[in-house]
């Protein structure tokens, strides 16, 4: 017996594939699953979910969801016929998932050998970089990226650009072409890189306000990120012109890193020595506050993460870069204690999956390496099925205050969801008989599927194929 639904498949691929990409359907059938709430680390958290094991969904002809419930239910309420519904009995469908940290032009430098942070800054970001002052390659690599994100099952993410203007232009035409919800920048990078990369206080700031003022809340489901690389390389001029950007528009996002790497950290502390530690740099510029997000965080103490719970900041855990890099282990369990807004990132190129369910792995990997020397006095957290699929889903919608329009399956949200298929792989098929329960599933979904296991991706309800195949 499928644990997803009954055996028949309705329509199946037939059905699926005659349908134009413009297509919206009525309904969309298959176990359905969907946070309402912070799963907390409880190992069964009945209460911040749903899940209908034969469901609908129903989708308004806009895109929108306009309800959800058990297919008996739905069928009867909307009276629909076999030909209202796309069938994908048999999967599980879930919100399209959020990747919160990742580096567009980075794309080509995965699985760069041999170097931690600062040298594989140098050796490999920089010059792959560079390129993107080409609007017409930058756009070729951001077909490719959004493609990979979209085949990996991920419909929303906050994507660094180049420091060139045009980089984050071509990446935004091309999301606009897919009608995909991202969030990006470019970068402000103003010293401490080689020549060719850097811009200035007064160029980093009339190219993001122009940017913002293009594309921000104005075309397509695009907004801005400003995007100061890290403290390393930008001036305090800099730092002042993304504070005054930062509070100038509503809503715009602020990305950047921080406590990556120790060698990073030392340098920081050397360049910035008034301020009390490397997250306070930020904070003395007024750049810790809702929606800004801040990769890594490996080394932040308890201080700093209160700061950022403070402040309704975010991080994004990128284990599979703390991992290729060196960088260390991030200490999810202080981050839960002091209840920061956490989120997951690939970090691609430093990163080296562009599926989150593989990041979920890897996130799952260095919370196990951690959880013997957790102090016996503290409640101890563990990186539940629940907890990474929230916070790959409505716990990134709820970090980038997005809840209202993605993350979830509730009425009136956004058609962004994904169908993941329990049988991708003759493996995941075996482990998956041998589930009993839904967190054995979501379980074995994280720690064994990949992008083979992504049946189905819909925007805005209409199917997503991929011209790039
Ligand atoms: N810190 C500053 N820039 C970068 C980058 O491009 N990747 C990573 N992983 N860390 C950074
Ligand atoms: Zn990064």
């Known amino acids: 017996m499928n644990p997803y639904g009954s055996e028949s498949d309705l329509t199946g691929a037939a059905t699926l594939t005659s349908c134009p990409t413009s297509f919206i359907p009525k309904a969309v059938r298959g176990s359905l699953f969907f946070f309402l709430d912070d799963p907390g680390t409880d190992n069964d958290p009945v209460s911040s979910y749903r899940y209908y094991e034969d469901g609908i969904l129903i989708l308004t002809d806009d895109g929108h969801i306009a309800d959800i419930g058990s297919a008996t239910d739905m ?4 009276g629909l016929t076999h030909r209202d519904i796309i069938d994908h009995s048999g999967k599980l469908i879930v919100p399209g998932f959020i990747d919160t940290h990742t580096h567009y032009p980075q794309s080509g430098i995965i699985a760069a050998y041999g170097y931690q942070l600062i040298e594989w800054l140098e050796k490999y ?109 930008s001036s305090n001029e800099q730092l002042q012109t993304a ?28 360049l910035f020595p008034s301020s009390k530690s490397y997250l306070n740099v930020y904070n003395d510029f007024g750049l810790v506050g ?31 870069s703390n991992l290729f890099l060196g960088s260390g282990l991030f200490n999810f369990n202080h981050a839960c204690l002091a209840s920061v807004r956490l989120t997951l990132g690939t970090d691609i190129g430093a990163g080296t999956s562009f599926s989150m369910l593989k990041t979920m792995a890897e996130a799952y990997k260095v919370v196990q390496l951690q959880s013997n020397f957790a102090s016996a006095s503290k409640k101890k957290a563990a990186l539940t099925p629940f907890k990474a699929f929230y916070m790959t889903t409505l716990g990134a919608a709820r970090a980038l205050f997005l809840e ?66």
């Open 125 to 233: 970001a920089f010059p792959a970089e560079a390129e993107f002052i080409d609007k017409h390659y930058a756009r070729t690599i951001s077909r490719f990226f959004l493609s990979e994100l979209l085949r990996n099952g991920t419909t929303t993410a906050l994507i660094f650009g180049s420091v060139h203007k045009v980089s984050a232009e071509a990446l935004f035409e091309e999301a606009e072409k897919l009608n995909m919800r991202i969030i990006g920048g470019k970068i402000m990078m103003d010293r401490n890189a080689p020549q060719y990369l850097l811009d200035t206080p007064e160029t980093a700031y009339s190219d993001s306000k122009a940017l913002i003022e293009t594309w921000h809340n104005k075309r397509g489901r695009i907004r801005y990120a400003i995007t100061p690389r890290f403290a390393a390389t």
């Open 290 to 320: 809702p929606r800004s997000i801040f990769a890594h965080g490996i080394h932040l103490t308890d201080d700093e993460f209160k700061l950022l719970a403070d402040k309704n900041a975010a991080i994004a855990f990128c284990p599979t």
């Open 75 to 78: 069928q009867s309420r909307y």
């Open 404 to 469: 209202d329009k993605i993350g979830t399956l509730q009425p009136g949200k956004e058609g962004d969801f994904i169908v993941l298929n329990p049988d991708a792989t003759p493996l995941l098929s075996f482990r998956m008989k041998k589930t009993l329960t839904l967190a054995d599933r979501l379980f074995a979904f994280m720690m064994l599927a990949d992008d083979r296991a992504i049946n189905a991706v819909y925007l805005m309800g209409k199917r997503w194929q991929n011209s790039e195949a």
């Open 243 to 270: 504070q005054r950007l930062y509070h100038a528009y509503d809503d715009v996002y602020l990305q950047t890193h921080v406590s990556e790497n120790q060698h990073e950290i030392a340098w920081v502390k050397r």
